[in-house]
């Protein structure tokens, strides 16, 4: 059994995470924030790290009596790129702002090394602490992978902190298997034509009607071509082309996003907006160019360790911590995805909602603090008895 005194994590968290908050850095490239953890990492004697050479993530990790068994908790650290308009005095004022909660989700990964650091003499196997770059491009847990970070890990455990499940209040976890979170592209579709006056329109190719032919066709396939109960959503967002308006112009290109619960609907639905893009685009003598990019694929929980997890949740605190009912997954997405693809895994979601129930990713946005070490008490519990099993 581990020891600890939960005020003294949660003390810890909250300073770390107030600090953290206070110098918010985007991307792959986290100087302040990888110096920030590194400090905190040399006060624990029994932690060993070493640093990616591909970005600013960091692969810690303690290494017990019986190593045959390893395990892996992860926190992602970067910020997006956004103006914070808050009244907090520790708030950032560089531009960029932790409006996800990654500053929390790297303090409660700080806070498990704390405890797991404090009973390291009572670990049977190892534990890897992934604290990852670039969560909100979709490259951080890629590169993470490349470094070796899942090698000989037999199951991951991450949390994410925030507003996703509104009615759950403050201090509660969601803790479901399978798809939790849902795969997120990017599509770029460009519309190659042949430009004319508008006046002589049958002396050209005009890509304005193509992408008016391609933009309808595309939602039939969700609604012909797929299983009725799968959600799949196709969402064009932008469309640019033209210049005047008695000008057919040479290209339109359309950007949207792809967000489905199922990573083979995923590959079908891309395979189908390939081919009826470039068939339209063909039978209306122009040419269409698809590119796709992955942010994510489908966040998916593991039955053994997703249930393993809400155990120790019911354990450690009690059932008023675990939301008892079913949550609808989200379709947003998460990198986490990435190694769940490779490894069993589960990603909790923890309520940390205020009472103006701010949604992640706004300028205003805002967590309770007064539980985040529930979420480090979690993490530090189940690897020790994951590791024990």
């Known amino acids: 059994m581990l020891k600890y005194d939960s005020k003294e994590i949660l003390d810890y968290i909250i300073k770390c995470r107030r600090l953290l908050h206070s110098i918010p850095e985007i991307g792959n490239y986290l100087p302040k924030t990888k110096e920030f953890v590194i400090n905190e990492l040399n006060n624990f004697k029994n932690i060993k790290y070493t640093e990616n050479k591909k970005d600013s993530g960091i692969i810690a990790y303690i290494t017990g009596e019986n190593n045959t068994k390893t395990a892996a908790l992860r926190a992602d650290m970067d910020a997006l790129p956004i103006k914070e308009e808050t009244n907090f005095e520790y708030k950032s004022c560089n531009g960029n702002m932790h409006a996800c909660g990654h500053d929390a989700h790297t303090a409660i990964l700080l806070g498990a090394c704390k405890i797991l650091n404090d009973n390291a003499d009572k670990i049977k196997g190892n534990i890897k602490f992934l604290f990852q770059t670039g969560e909100e491009t979709g490259s951080g847990a890629k590169i993470m992978i490349e470094e070796n970070a899942l090698k000989d890990v037999e199951a991951i455990f991450g949390v994410h902190v925030g507003s996703f499940a509104p009615e759950a209040p403050n201090g509660v976890f969601v803790i479901q298997e399978g798809p939790i979170l849902a795969s997120t592209d990017k599509i770029v579709i460009k519309i190659k034509g042949k430009g004319t006056h508008g006046a002589y329109p049958h002396a050209g190719s005009d890509p304005i009607v193509m992408a008016a032919e391609i933009i309808n066709a595309l939602q039939t396939i969700i609604t012909r071509e797929i299983e009725a109960s799968e959600t799949v959503i196709l969402s064009l967002c932008k469309i640019n082309g033209g210049s005047a308006f008695n000008i057919i112009p040479d290209s339109v290109e359309i950007e949207g996003t792809i967000r489905t619960f199922s990573n083979d609907v995923r590959e079908?639905?891309?395979?189908?907006?390939?081919?009826?893009?470039?068939?339209?685009?063909?039978?209306?003598?122009?040419?269409?160019?698809?590119?796709?990019?992955?942010?994510?694929?489908?966040?998916?929980?593991?039955?053994?360790?997703?249930?393993?997890?809400?155990?120790?949740?019911?354990k450690i605190f009690s059932k008023d911590a675990v939301w008892n009912k079913y949550y609808k997954p989200s379709l947003a997405g998460e990198d986490f995805s990435y190694y769940t693809k490779e490894i069993k895994g589960c990603f909790a979601l923890f309520s940390t909602v205020t009472d103006k129930k701010i949604p992640n990713h706004n300028s205003k946005f805002e967590i309770e603090e007064n539980k985040l070490n529930m979420p480090s008490e979690l993490m530090a519990n189940w690897a020790y008895n994951f590791l024990n099993s």
């Open 268 to 314: 079908f639905f891309i395979k189908r907006i390939e081919e009826k893009s470039k068939l339209i685009a063909q039978s209306m003598r122009g040419e269409a160019e698809i590119n796709i990019i992955e942010y994510s694929c489908v966040t998916y929980n593991d039955k053994e360790i997703t249930e393993s997890i809400k155990n120790e949740a019911l």
